[in-house]
């Protein structure tokens, strides 16, 4: 479906200012938002939300429905009562500019245990109430999820195929004892996500006031070492004896990667999905529309064909393309959920086909300036040649920051087709100049990383696709958020009709 001509910024919550060491749901978040308001924007672009594991990849997480207890605000909790002014007194000199994920995991979580217990003691009926309703609304994937989380804490195995053939088979009888022994850790998962979606909820609904809209990011495969694919092995492509995955997903050779980028996640059993009419998948887009407005679909082409590595091979070069039942997906998600505000991210390797399936459903494709200079006036990347239903970036959290990618990136002859195409305008940066080229163009919906905003060079970069380490982990400080920042993206804004209000009727 076509969106209204608007822009954004791409921010994940994780790179929000916060004195606890990693951006949460509390002042800051808010003060982001009244920036976007006073910069005309009506989009906030976000990573997946899920608890991450190694790596701290929002791609790689515990859960497709659950919500990171690592975003959970602390100054939130002690309003409510549930920690005290001791509790947040002494806070490790953190980083300001980076996430040490380390050392925020092992301040935060006994303070957040301790809002757990506070809860049990404190909550009024209400609050007990809440907490009752939201578990039983959020049954169907909390109850493993809880369960699973505290098994990973309790046991010496760090992935659950190690686990002993009981769990790993959950067989009933050993479900049921490792309920009871675990019944506090089950309570304390549970309500870390009860406060997650409580913060969360109340963010959005501060969010939507001021006129914006969150764009949420559904990755399209899931974790191995998840809830997911241990309460639902039958919907993966996994050995029945180990629970390993056969074969693992990927893509072929791109521009981020000669040997192509082995992600390891477990294929789906899309024959199975589909004598379930796909029940879990929308299960998930149903969750995720809970609490974002318009959904991005991460590896959209995987949803028509995808790139299948046998699970032995050390980089994806190995693989072959198979088809996916996409269309029927998205006819059946259609059918139970009306009108889907869903973008395709149709980067990398796209043929006929996944355009087809895209424009089938009307999806806006996206569209990314870094990728328009490295040919001809025929590059389909270039401003005037992407039309009206799709979302243009300057660059996204796979990138380079724009400093990065023009002063270290490009080659002499990219560098010299910016500049014959800039003009040579210049007046605010080369970050500055993609940004106008960004918000000018056609394309209904533009997103612009709020790297870019600060003209950041490349140690702001969010993500290097293929590497494993030292990723997802910038920051902004919040004296960043000027008022010159805020009028000088309201004037592009206004200049190019890209802000709009609906009045009630």
Avoid at 113 to 132: D, G, L, M, P, V
Avoid at 305 to 319: D, H, K, Q
Avoid at 354 to 379: Q, T
Avoid at 440 to 467: C, E, H, K, W, Y
Wanted: proline letters at 6%.
């Amino acid at each position: 479906m076509p969106f209204p001509r608007a822009s954004g910024i791409l921010l994940h919550p994780t790179s929000l200012p916060s004195r606890y060491g990693i951006g949460d749901l509390g002042l800051e978040a808010y003060q982001f938002v009244d920036f976007l308001a006073r910069s005309a924007q009506q989009l906030w672009q976000i990573l997946p939300l899920g608890p991450t594991g190694f790596g701290n990849s929002p791609y790689m997480s515990f859960s497709a429905m659950a919500g990171n207890p690592l975003l959970i605000s602390p100054d939130l909790l002690k309003e409510n009562g549930f920690l005290s002014e001791d509790d947040l007194c002494e806070v490790p000199d953190f980083p300001l500019d980076q996430v040490d994920f380390d050392r925020v995991i092992e301040w935060k979580m006994p303070r957040l245990r301790q809002a757990c217990y506070n809860f049990t003691q404190k909550a009024s009926t209400i609050q007990k109430k809440e907490f009752e309703s939201f578990c039983s609304g959020k049954a169907s994937w909390l109850d493993d999820y809880a369960l699973f989380m505290a098994l990973l804490d309790a046991r010496e195995e760090p992935v659950w195929t190690q686990w002993p053939d009981e769990l790993r088979q959950r067989k009933p009888e050993a479900l049921e004892q490792w309920r009871r022994d675990l019944k506090d850790e089950i309570f304390f998962q549970k309500f870390l996500q009860f406060e997650f979606f409580r913060q969360w909820s109340e963010l959005k609904e501060y969010t939507n006031a001021k006129h914006i809209q969150i764009i949420g990011d559904i990755p399209i495969y899931v974790s191995h070492n998840s809830a997911d694919v241990w309460a639902h092995p039958e919907q993966f492509k996994l050995d029945p004896e180990t629970g390993e995955p056969i074969d693992v997903a990927g893509v072929p050779p791109d521009y981020f990667s000669e040997t192509g980028q082995l992600w390891g996640n477990p294929l789906y059993n899309w024959k199975h999905l589909e004598s379930t009419n796909f029940a879990w998948w929308i299960e998930r887009v149903r969750g995720l529309l809970d609490y974002v407005d318009l959904i991005r679909i991460d590896h959209f082409r995987g949803l028509e064909s995808f790139w299948s590595v046998p699970a032995e091979e050390e980089t994806a070069i190995n693989g072959e393309w198979v088809k996916a039942p996409g269309k029927a997906l998205f006819k059946m998600i259609l059918q139970e959920l009306g009108n889907l505000p869903i973008m395709a991210e149709d980067l990398g390797d796209i043929d006929q086909a996944v355009i087809d399936l895209r424009d089938h459903f009307g999806f806006p494709g996206m569209n990314i300036l870094h990728f328009a200079f490295g040919s001809d006036a025929n590059n389909p990347y270039l401003p005037f040649n992407v039309v009206p239903n799709s979302v243009i970036y300057s660059g996204t959290h796979d990138n380079n920051t724009t400093v990065g990618w023009y002063y270290e990136d490009t080659s002499d002859y990219e560098s010299d087709r910016v500049q014959q195409y800039l003009g040579g305008t210049g007046i605010h940066g080369i970050a500055w100049d993609i940004i106008r080229l960004t918000l000018s163009s056609v394309a209904n919906q533009a997103i612009i990383p709020l790297q870019d905003v600060f003209s950041l060079g490349a140690d702001a970069r969010m993500n290097i696709p293929g590497t494993a380490e030292s990723n997802w982990d910038w920051r902004y400080r919040g004296e960043a958020l000027t008022q010159e920042y805020s009028d000088r993206l309201k004037d592009m804004v206004m200049i190019y009709g890209r802000y709009h209000i609906s009045e009630p009727e």
